[in-house]
RNA sequence: GGGGAAUUGGCGGAACUGGUAGACGCAUCGGACUUAAAAUCCGAAGCCCCUCGCGGGCGUCCGGGUUCGACUCCCGGAUUCCCCACCA
């Protein structure tokens, strides 16, 4: 017998076929009345790409074939799934790449869009082709502009002037999410601070929301920890301190603080403001201090690289105002250092150098007073302090509350200062307001018009969308407004309320925005006249399952989170989670390093889908290591689920009729089981290891295998392999495709179990031998079949038994003693 | 500085609720088939020792502990990775 007829698997025709038959039989597809009357819908999301010029890359295939399988699975236990793909074309990266090579991002997208298009194909996802969303298509970013209105009509978008992170290198705003380190996110740049008006979403109103609800989702322990250490809530107190002048009479003007620790506040021995702070204005304003001046300057100068570095030595200067401690009645000083940042509590705090850490640096190197308010236990008010406290104990030198224990000392001290009325209990959010103003052009246009009468006015929905004009100068400039502001005839409008000449907002907005919502436009894709459809959505979502990268488990989930809540609160979904289970998937490194072009260590896929097929790509990723952990790529890998497919076609070319030979049957349906309980949770790599051994048993001995043997593994590789496993299910003589209908094998416990167990027998913990008995041996007899072995004898010998374990169908272990 | 995850053969990784550590696969070695090679199939294999046995010892980052029994639980430590980071 030749080769050929041996083994007639060739991945690529049998590929190229099936894909060839799902698109025109619509297999993954679906009409708008196929989505209306649905039954037990699925909706199965993955994180859609960037399309890239390079195409995809192995990260990509990794995460969407992970999905896939999930999606795949969920179908032949008959569920209607839908799984939907689009491209997040917006953003810097397109438009950076587009400066790059010279080419306008019109169009270069669409080629990419093309390139990314035929390499999903390829792969076999279970893509819906019939409701893909583009982000930068005016059919799609005119709702995307829709929903900026619903949130502007509802004060939700506010425009406003503030010290926003600036990339010198993109010439853009950065969101303070987007500052990685103090460094530009997309091309790692030391970022400056500039003041620009931005429009900002308002998303601090939902943190508390946003924090309450994580604990109703089911997603993995580490995304909802990274959500809430991002919103960041902390309790505390916000404290006034009375500016006082030269006599120590109060001049009016009160310093605003926010701390933790409000019951170390007797300890506080000086203030100190950031550069940022509006008092600092006035402090240079009067021209009194020009080393004020002069240091607040060079803060502004100062990257926030430098400015965090800085190997930690404090800077700062005294403004040579004072304040009151309002615990103590003590005169103390007010100073400026750009320790203290703006963007968190008031920008100014009270120093405890006592009992914090940076607060005692600061004093030391400007020699501030010291004063211990907590004493750990073995110590006492006068035990001197060498570096900050921030350990139990009790309070000391705080006159009222000595002897009070930390544990209650917050509490009683906040109460107090209440009382006296410089004090409130206050809660703050690390979460900033969203800002979604990019001074850029590859963006959908902020659709506001700017009229000198009526002020910021929204663009009339009836007018939606504003096109984004092709503008064949797009690079930005350092003025700091978006190249679109060079466009007068796009510029140039009416206002929509008055009539008179007015000017169009020229920023773009945030790619966040975009993905934002993109999860809700895909079942309602194809409508022109609304962003999506009641009826669908209500049938569709929230998503069931969401897979994606942890690059974006805290900002893109978030923000989700939140345009959710806000369309719930304005009444136009009925939920205000998008998604129900969401799933982070690992990295896949090459050589023990993530891939990256300086290393070298890239894997381009097109070459390896060419040569082995998408079906083996697909099962080979999924099986190299726990998906939600990734795994290290090894080129030689592959040729384990290679050679696992091709003996699968083998076996089932050569299956004949008959009944299966009952240990075969076991070891199906124990393989049924594990399979069923490994896919859902993501468990893929054993579930291959699964199936790969049941193959193996299956094969035992070069035996030919029965087709009801071999039925269910097809069925099981469907996910991982779904060409390989509609040409089988084909030639097993079974019409239609594989993934119509649940074909998934139910699991027979019955023919699951064995009748025999091999049960372990140790001496004083140690393996001695195992023996072999019926399923429901006796103890005793389990007993006397351990004793008789002969090596378990020996080390029984002389000893006297102490205890006897025996845990039924695993071990027995003899504990003895001399 | 904070938070999270991890550490198991030559390698990727398995191991239910504390119950035979190393499944499955790669690479390796041996055999079959072949004029030969590739492919395929069959088999071996954690490390060490030995009287070569159905033998013994050691072994899941290191040091302690709990337990009849620990990769798994507890205490202490080391290393690596990821995320965040002067958040008051």
């Known amino acids: 017998m030749s080769q050929e007829a041996q083994d007639g698997y060739v991945p690529s025709s049998v590929e190229e076929k099936w894909q060839r038959l799902w698109e025109e039989r619509g297999t993954n597809a679906f009409t708008r009345e196929e989505l209306e009357r649905a039954e037990d819908p699925y909706y199965n999301l993955m994180m859609f790409p960037y399309p890239s010029a390079e195409g995809l890359h192995v990260g990509n295939i990794y995460a969407f074939t992970g999905a896939d399988v999930h999606g795949r699975y969920q179908r032949l236990r008959g569920r209607t799934v839908f799984e939907p793909i689009g491209f997040d074309a917006f953003g810097i990266h397109s438009e950076n790449f587009a400066l790059k090579v010279g080419t306008h991002p019109m169009d270069l997208i669409p080629s990419n869009v093309e390139n990314f298009t035929r390499q999903l194909r390829r792969i076999g996802g279970m893509f819906d082709w019939s409701h893909v969303v583009d982000t930068t298509d005016p059919a799609y970013y005119r709702w995307t502009q829709w929903l900026f209105l619903k949130l502007f009509d509802a004060g939700l978008a506010e425009r406003k002037e503030a010290p926003v992170n600036w990339c010198p290198s993109c010439m853009t705003v950065l969101a303070n999410e987007q500052v990685i380190g103090g460094e530009c996110e997309r091309c790692g740049t030391a970022v400056e601070q500039r003041r620009i008006a931005q429009w900002f979403f308002r998303i601090t109103e939902y943190a508390q929301r946003l924090l309450d609800n ?97 190997d930690r030595t404090k800077t700062g200067v005294p403004t040579g105002g004072f304040c009151r401690n309002p615990a103590t009645g003590e005169r103390i000083p007010i100073w400026i250092a750009d320790y203290v940042l703006m963007e968190y509590g008031t920008g100014a705090i009270m120093a405890v150098p006592g009992h914090d850490t940076r607060d005692f640096e600061f004093a030391k190197a400007f020699d501030l007073p010291v004063v211990r308010v907590v004493a750990g236990p073995d110590e006492d008010a006068d035990t001197p302090l060498d570096e900050a406290y921030v350990g139990p104990g009790r309070l000391v030198n705080s006159g009222p509350f000595d002897g009070t224990d930390v544990s209650e000392s917050v509490e009683k001290v906040t109460a107090w200062t209440a009382e006296q009325g410089w004090g409130e209990a206050k809660v703050n959010f690390r979460l900033h307001d969203w800002c979604i103003s990019r001074q850029r052009y590859w963006g959908p246009p902020i659709p506001v018009v700017h009229c000198e009468t009526c002020g910021s006015v929204g663009v009339p929905e009836d007018q939606l969308p504003v096109v984004l004009p092709r503008v064949e100068d797009f690079r930005p400039d350092d003025s700091g407004v978006s190249p679109l502001a060079r466009v007068e005839e796009w510029y140039r409008t009416e206002c929509p309320t008055c ?127 726990p998906f ?191």
């Open 499 to 625: 009539g008179a000449e007015a000017r169009r907002e020229t920023d773009v907005s945030d790619t966040f925005l975009d993905s934002g919502w993109y999860f809700i436009r895909y079942p309602s894709a194809d409508f022109d006249d609304r962003p999506f459809d009641e009826a669908i959505t209500r049938k569709w979502l929230p998503v069931d399952t969401y897979i994606g990268g942890n690059e974006h488990a805290v900002l893109h989930l978030l923000y989700s989170r939140f345009l959710t809540m806000v369309l719930k609160d304005l009444g136009h979904l009925d939920f205000e989670e998008p998604y129900d289970t969401f799933r982070a998937h690992g990295l896949i490194i090459a050589d023990g390093a993530k891939m990256s072009k300086s290393k070298g260590n890239v894997i381009v896929p097109d070459p390896i889908i060419e040569e082995f097929g998408a079906d083996t790509f697909r099962t080979y990723l999924m099986f190299l290591g």
């Open 628 to 818: 939600e952990e990734g795994g290290d790529y090894r080129p030689q890998g592959i040729q384990g689920p290679f050679g696992f497919l091709h003996r699968l076609w083998d076996t089932v070319e050569r299956a004949g009729d008959g009944v299966p030979d009952p240990d075969v049957e076991r070891k199906v349906h124990q393989t049924i089981r594990q399979v069923t309980d490994q896919i859902p949770a993501l468990g893929y790599n054993t579930s291959i290891a699964a199936m790969m051994e049941c193959l193996n048993v299956v094969r035992a001995g070069g035996r030919d295998a029965v087709r009801a043997e071999v039925e269910p593994l097809v069925v099981m590789v469907a996910p991982f392999a779904p060409h390989l496993a509609e040409e089988l299910w084909e030639r097993l003589g079974r019409e239609g495709s594989i993934f119509d209908g649940a074909n998934w094998p139910d699991f027979d416990p019955q023919k699951a179990v064995d009748d025999t167990v091999e049960i372990a027998i140790q001496v004083n913990g140690k393996l001695r031998a195992t023996v072999t008995t019926s399923k429901d041996a006796s103890e005793a007899d389990v007993l006397s079949a351990a004793r008789a072995e002969e090596n378990v004898a020996r080390h029984l010998q002389g000893l006297e038994e102490r205890r006897v374990i025996h845990v039924p169908g695993r071990l027995v272990n003899f504990v003895v003693g001399a």
């Open 214 to 310: 994580i604990e109703s989702l089911d997603w993995s322990d580490t995304t909802k920890k990274a959500q809430a250490n991002w919103i960041g809530r902390s309790t505390g107190a916000q404290l006034h301190f009375p500016v006082v002048d030269a006599d120590g009479e109060e001049t009016g003007t009160t310093i605003e603080v926010y701390t933790t620790r409000p019951d170390t506040v007797f300890g506080a021995t000086y203030m100190v403001l950031s550069p940022e702070h509006p008092l600092v204005e006035e402090v240079t304003d009067h021209g009194l201090r020009i080393p004020v001046y002069a240091y607040v300057d060079k803060a502004a100068k100062k990257d926030l690289v430098a400015r965090q570095k800085a």
